[in-house]
Structure formats: structure tokens, C-alpha cells
């Protein structure tokens, strides 16, 4: 199987590794600092690695816009200044016609308005995590002396948005919120939230730590995690959130799930890697310069090399790489191949297939009944968005006609 030469693989960096100033009690991440003591992988991307990732980076993307992601642990840990680094020098690195942009994951800790200046005036785009009203937020989301996060993560919004800074909002969904979506969303509209994501807390558990997905005849199947929200729960969440957005949020507020909905339906590919046919297109690079698959299969079964010993172009084109992406599509179970919203769904993403299909032949996502529920409901009302839009009238303008009634 050869690489498509004008595949570009983005790469998810993260220069402070595990290390983060809270201790949420569903992260997947954190648990990781065992594993990279025990591997002593240094607790920060040095400046010389920093540089051969960046200039690598660069070589490895066709252009004319390459993007560098910088997620965690907590990247802001790092401080300011070594972020106005960055920047010095990925100008220094870009080539003649190039364009650099990055984005931040952040809990918004650290944030303040030196941070929300440089970021608006570098054009950072900002992704901050935040749960909801205070209750739902602080109930898993602690710092490491124990103590609440909501007031300063919100503190942190409003800075950003004060500054103009292009910020995403990040909701895990859980079993804190999950059965309150018209409060958690109407928090969101209060607060001024435009662009807005719901992330289902699955985090497959194997005798309570973070695993990937089990392989291999008579291996154990994981558990969910045990704070995940119930099967149909979230589905439930998202079209209460659907009806309430569609009747009067179009064009107002970004919500990922309802675009990646809308894809399909309007003819456009997918832009989430949870619901593309395919994955393996988003890697790793750790703090060693270790080159990994994916976010969630940081591990060595799935470590493709380093960029110490290779450069990002040649491992972005590993036979094993493109196998992991294309094992997404090949490994569904016969159920999903005959379901009636496979285009909008595909699977889910593979680390969340846990569960036994109603037919018995294979695994599914421990989320299916709710993607399949949330599709079909949402499916009438982004019909009628779709055609108002390839009439080219403003997203703004958008009346629903079409009567929704809740699925579940």
C-alpha cells in the first residue's frame, strides 16, 4: 500500500507531556506520568528538539498554511515566554510564501491578559476545557491540592474573549452533566460561548486504568469509564441541546457535533477523525520526540520511531501508520455496515469500541444507541439547513420548519 505523497499527517505536540495543574478524575492523560518516569522521557520538549520538530514540521506540510497544535498535560505550564519563543522562531523556519498558525489546548489556569494579548496578536486559535455551571464543572475537574477550577477556567474565557482571541469550549460530557443539557447549554449561551464542543466521556477502563482497545482471541473487553454518562444519556443530551440550537442558535453558536451532522447530509467530508471513514492522520510527539498514531494510543505498540532518528515526513508515510487508519473502516462489525446513519457515524472512534453488537458480530462504540438516536433526530432539521444554505441565504436568517419532535 503506497503513501499518498500529498498526505499531510497533522501532529498533536505535547511539549509539557502528562505534567498538568489539575487532577480531573476522568483524564486518560495524566495516568501517564508513571509511564514516562519509568522510560525517563523528560518532563518538557527541549529547545533543541523544539527546533528540529518545527523545521520538520514545516518540510513535512505541502503549505501554504501549516498548523502546529500544542495540547498536554497543561502546555501553558511552559509559561509566556517560552511561547513568544516559539513564535520567533517558527518565523525564523517558515519559508518564503508559508503561513504558520497554531492552536493551544488549555484549562485556562495560568490565562491572563499577557497571555490573551500574545495569543490574539500571534492568531492563536484556543481550545479551553470547561464542564458547565460551576457544580458540574468542579465535580471532576480539581486541581492537585484538591480545590475547584470553574471560577478561574471561566475567569480565563473572559479574558480571552475580552481580547479577541479565537476560542473553542470543550465540554466533556459525563455522568455530572449529562443529564442536565438544556442548564449546561444555556449556561453556554449566557457566558457568550460561539464555538462549542461536547466530548463524551468514554475513557476505556481494563481493571480501572486507561487501555486501548483489546486485541487478539480471549483478550478482555474494556469497561467504560466509570464516570461515563449511560448508553442512550448522551444521545439524549445532544438532541435536547439540538432542538434548542437549531430553533434559535443557527449561525450564532458553533456546536462541532451539529457540523459534523450537517456534513454528510450537505455533501461535505467529514472534518473529526471520530467520524471519518479513516483515521491515523493526527499523531503524537511526545516530549523525547517519540512519534505516536494517535492521542489515544500512546503506547508501545503503537510508537512509529522519533524524530531524533527520522524526520516527520518519513514516519507520517509509515506502512504502519496508514494500516492503523485504515484498520478504523476495516474492523467495523457487520451491524454498523447495514446502519442506516454508518455515513454520518462510521464507527465512531475504534479505542470506544467495547461493546458487543445487538447481533452479535462484533464490537461497537459504547456510545452507538446514542449516536444512532442523535443522527436520526437531527437529521430532518439539518436537512432544511442544507438547502437553505445551498440557496446561499445567511445562516442567520435560517427558520426551522420542519417539526422535531424528541427521539428518546
Known sequence: MGADPLREVLVMAKPTGPRCNLRCDYCYYVGKSADFAAEKKPGRLSDALLERYV????????????????????????????????????KRLCPPGRRITNGLQTNGLLLNEAWATF???????????????????????RTVEGGP?????LRAFGILEAAGVFTNVLCVVSKANAGRPVEVYNFFREIGVKRLQFLPLVTPTVGGKGAELAEGEGAAVPDPHPLAAGREEFGDFLCKVFNLWIEADVGRIVVQAFDEALRPIHGVAHSLCVHRETCGDVAVLETDGSFYAC?????????L???????????????????????????LA?????????????????????????DGSGLVAWFCPSWKGFFGHARPGLEALSVHMKAGRPLRDFNQTVSISASH
Open 55 to 90: 523545521a520538520q514540521r514545516l518540510a513535512a506540510s505541502p503549505g501554504p498554511v501549516t498548523h502546529f497544535e500544542w495540547h498536554g498535560g497543561e502546555p501553558t505550564l511552559l509559561g509566556l515566554d517560552w511561547y513568544k519563543r516559539l513564535v520567533r522562531l517558527q
Open 119 to 141: 495569543l490574539r496578536d500571534e492568531g492563536f486559535s484556543v481550545g479551553l476545557s470547561l464542564d458547565g455551571p460551576e457544580d458540574c464543572h468542579d465535580a471532576y475537574r
Open 149 to 153: 477550577s470553574h471560577a478561574r477556567a
Open 295 to 303: 492521542d489515544h494510543y500512546v503506547d508501545p505498540a503503537h510508537r
Open 305 to 331: 520511531g522519533s524524530i531524533v532518528d527520522n524526520d516527520i515526513a518519513t514516519l507520517s508515510a509509515d506502512p504502519r501508520l496508514i494500516a492503523f487508519g485504515v484498520a478504523k473502516r476495516g474492523s
Open 334 to 358: 457487520t451491524y454498523c455496515l447495514s446502519c442506516e446513519v454508518l455515513s454520518s457515524c462510521n464507527g465512531g472512534c475504534p479505542k470506544d469500541r467495547i461493546s458487543p453488537a445487538p
